[in-house]
């Protein structure tokens, strides 16, 4: 014998073993097939599945203080914290959208999407966060984006809340004031007195992991506020309680007659337990740390238990005299349980994880979740440090929020891949977006999961937060060097329009 290697993923092992260098070659070639999960799937997807694609509004509108609008939290840290965005970069004019959505909607229409789902800037609506003083260009801008999409038969799947919060609230305390509940409220139900005819799916937040454990967490994020363990779980509260009172909102004032939905967008990573067997708590940990903390009590009224019983456990330990995740209420667990219509997932990567418990003093979520993460190096690295290819992953993650949330119809409301020179030629972006749709579309039939919709991150390069304008995630090209930011189709997108004319990534009949 030659020698062997163990193939590890899926939550299995298998053991190669060669006598020959070509036999090696043979088992290095099927386990790489293996781990990709490509499949040339010749099966339609079902009709009334939804292809779109997603954007946001601070990484593509620019204009940041035109017509009106006011300064938001991520205007303010671009324009006084140096490299807070790499190069110095900012949102300020970025892809240009406010004044070339007409050109956003002529690709939007020529890719053939269903959806385009894009996000409402708070401060464009509300240039100070209240409703006191309504932006009436900032109105005329939505409600011009909305009805073009509507007659170009492509429906608004909008956002609420993209991290950019008006810095007047940031100012008074930001997400973990526990005011911010009744002012998020208010605003919801503008945004869904003016714009609820024709929107039919909405999302109070996306990503509120970021939102919450980067900005006031690490401070990686704006506002930039280091606060792990503490302000970041204050800001996990509020948040959750925000989401629910939107929900209400809708639910009593405006169900009845917009007949719309409403539901809220959670990120996380695949973790993958490094050994099937040692590690499988590791996993499912950290994904209630990462997922469950904000889904469970949406779905079930409370944080997971494992959750709540680490941090009050680290907390005492620590010497706070009462755990530092807040409590919800018997009553505020009633409000906030079942407020969901359907369950958006971003979901781009996987990690392995372990358990870690020699960090008895940090504070935050990734401390309080005791684990270890890293990624294999043989999955292919995106541009953004975050980003790796391990197609598995999505469909591991929908089989556990199947297992976790039974019944709930889940949009796959991001996933993309990025490259750093933006080039037109765009193989591995087709390669990645193929291999994560075929796991989507096997989670569908094989594992039976209620997926409704898929949309790529993004429809065109744009601001990618603190990597400024170096990732490239569009299936568009932009020339940032051009006033007119012009858009030039990749490759990918061109693919993509295939895929959803033919509803099948294969040839099918």
Request: proline fraction near 4%.
């Amino acid at each position: 014998m030659i020698g062997s290697f163990i193939y590890k993923s899926f939550g299995f092992e298998l053991k190669f073993e060669f006598k020959s260098f070509k036999m090696m070659w043979i088992y290095m070639v099927f386990g790489f097939l293996l781990s990709n999960a490509i499949a040339d799937d010749n099966t339609k997807f079902p009709e009334g599945f939804t292809f779109g694609v997603a954007t946001s509004a601070y990484q593509i509108e620019g204009a940041w203080d035109e017509d009106g609008k006011g300064e938001n939290n991520w205007d303010r840290v671009a324009h006084t914290i140096p490299n807070f965005i790499y190069h110095n970069d900012s949102g300020d004019v970025t892809c240009d959208s406010y004044h070339q959505w007409e050109e956003d909607i002529r690709i939007l229409k020529e890719l053939k999407v269903t959806h385009y789902r894009f996000s409402i800037s708070w401060s464009r609506l509300l240039p100070h966060g209240f409703n006191f003083e309504v932006n009436q260009a900032g109105v005329d801008y939505y409600t011009n984006l909305i009805k073009a999409l509507k007659a170009a038969n492509i429906e608004p799947y909008v956002t609420l809340f993209h991290w950019d919060l008006p810095q007047f609230l940031e100012a008074l305390g930001g997400w973990p004031e526990r005011e911010i509940v009744q002012w998020y409220s208010e605003y919801a139900r503008l945004c869904f007195e003016l714009f609820g005819d024709d929107v039919k799916h909405w999302m109070t937040f996306n990503e509120p992991k970021q939102t919450c454990t980067n900005g006031y967490g690490s401070g990686s994020y704006a506002p930039a506020i280091k606060s792990p363990g503490v302000g970041e779980y204050m800001c996990i509260h509020n948040l959750i309680k925000a989401h629910a009172a939107a929900y209400h909102i809708y639910d009593t004032e405006f169900r009845d007659k917009q007949n719309g939905k409403v539901g809220i967008v959670i990120d996380s990573a695949w973790w993958e337990p490094y050994n099937a067997t040692t590690d499988s708590d590791a996993s499912e940990r950290l994904l209630h740390f990462t997922f469950g903390m904000y889904a469970n009590p949406i779905f079930y009224g409370d944080y997971p238990e494992v959750v709540k019983s680490s941090v009050a456990r680290r907390s005492q330990s620590q010497g706070f005299p009462n755990s530092r995740l807040p409590e919800f209420t018997a009553e505020e667990q009633n409000t906030i349980k079942g407020t969901i219509d359907f369950l958006g997932l971003n979901q781009y990567s996987s990690f392995y994880v372990t358990d870690k418990t020699d960090d008895k003093d940090g504070m935050g979520y990734d401390a309080d979740a005791e684990v270890k993460t890293w990624a294999d190096e043989s999955w292919q690295q995106g541009a953004a440090d975050w980003l790796n290819k391990a197609p598995f992953g999505i469909r591991n993650m929908l089989k556990w929020i199947k297992k976790t949330y039974p019944d709930i119809p889940v949009i796959i409301t991001e996933n993309g891949w990025s490259d750093f020179d933006g080039t037109l030629d765009d193989d591995p972006r087709i390669d990645y977006i193929s291999s994560y749709l075929s796991n989507v579309k096997a989670s569908m039939d094989e594992d039976k999961v209620n997926v409704v919709g898929y949309t790529v991150w993004s429809l065109i390069d744009n601001l990618e937060w603190l990597f400024g304008f170096t990732n490239k995630f569009g299936l568009y090209r932009v020339d940032f060097n051009d006033p007119n930011r012009t858009r030039t189709a990749k490759k990918s997108a061109k693919w993509y329009t295939n895929v959803i004319e033919n509803r099948c990534l294969g040839t099918c009949e």
